[in-house]
């Protein structure tokens, strides 16, 4: 049971529904951004996105900072990169397109390497493309939102490390922090960027992300200035560190009440260490089959071309001959449950998404996923008569 409003059930690819605690956890009365309760919340809150990311290196540094995930591209586009610099954008839907996008607003030259639609580069074809030039970073989508593609950042980072080891590894975790494992460390990643509203459980307005020794010591020895005021890691870097070493510090005023339901919702996935967030991943993928079994049950087809390189916190599902968003979607309103059209430019209109992520996965006795798997059957034979 939730204590929660009563309000439409709702399952996109984030943001996603709340834990009550999480929820509360925002309630907080104002506090000073440089008082000590805050200060020792936020230095929580830095110390479990080690935590959650795997990672033992006291020389990398996690960052919250208000604002979106959209704001993790301007951070890496105006620090990680100089105008002029390559960039290589693994390219597996809409918001890689994005990232892209991004990239050349501060003057990056932008290659794209771009896999058919539900699908996502291989390796030997990332190999060639990073043969065959000098690329400053390469950015992978961990999960692109628009397809529901997972990619294999581990294996990636292997290529990077082994044929072109000076390009830091950029990953877009924004669809995958908190519910795709990520070893950090071990995996050899430079950034990862992220928000705190889709697996984390968070409300939206937080811009999370986790950064290499080598990534910041990029940043430090740039040629040129970093290219934003307010995305600056150099601005950010001393205030991230004084806080998580318990120590006040100001460059811009930090969303303090969006950080107190992060260090609850932090708290929930981090308080039992590595092992639970492994276990945590278990139970999204065993959600994730469960969704995706009963689509393919029903003869839906999923965007992405094989379930091994399925999201494990959303499915995207290929619409069945006939049927449309403009029927499916407000059939499922009508049951107060609000699902997510399509996304991606080329086929927007021929699939849905549903995001299974965090409390709605996590906490079976809400009843999330039983009320979705039981609807979708109904509501596919409803639209199809
Ligand atoms: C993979 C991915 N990257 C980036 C973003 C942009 O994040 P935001 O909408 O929080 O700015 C999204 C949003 O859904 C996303 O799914």
Known sequence: MSSQAEHDLTLIPGPIEFDDQVLNAMSHPTVAHTAKPFVSTFSQVLKSLRTLFFSKDPKAQAFVIAGSGTLGWDIVSSNLIEAGENALVLNTGYFSDSFADCLGVYG?????????????????????????????????????????????????????HKVSPDTLVVVDGVCSVGVEEIRFDDWGLDFVLSASQKAIGAPAGLSISFASARALATVESRKTPVASYFASLLRWAPIMRAYESDKPAYFATPAVQNVYALHEALRQITSGGESAIVERFKVHQHASDRVKDTVEGLGLKLVAVRRDIAAHGMSAVYLPEGVQN???????????????????????TKYFRIGHMGVSVTNPSLGHLDKILTLLPEAIKSAKN
């Open 108 to 160: 990056a030259k932008v290659d794209q390497l771009r896999a058919p639609i539900g699908d996502r580069p291989g390796l030997n074809e990332i190999e060639a493309a990073l043969k065959s030039k000098n690329y400053k970073i390469i950015t992978i989508t961990h999960v692109d939102t628009s397809t529901g593609v997972l990619s294999d950042i581990k294996a990636i980072s292997e290529v990077v």
């Open 326 to 348: 403009t029927d499916l979607l407000p059939w499922f309103l009508k049951h107060k449950v609000v699902l997510a059209g399509g996304i991606h430019k080329e086929i927007a």
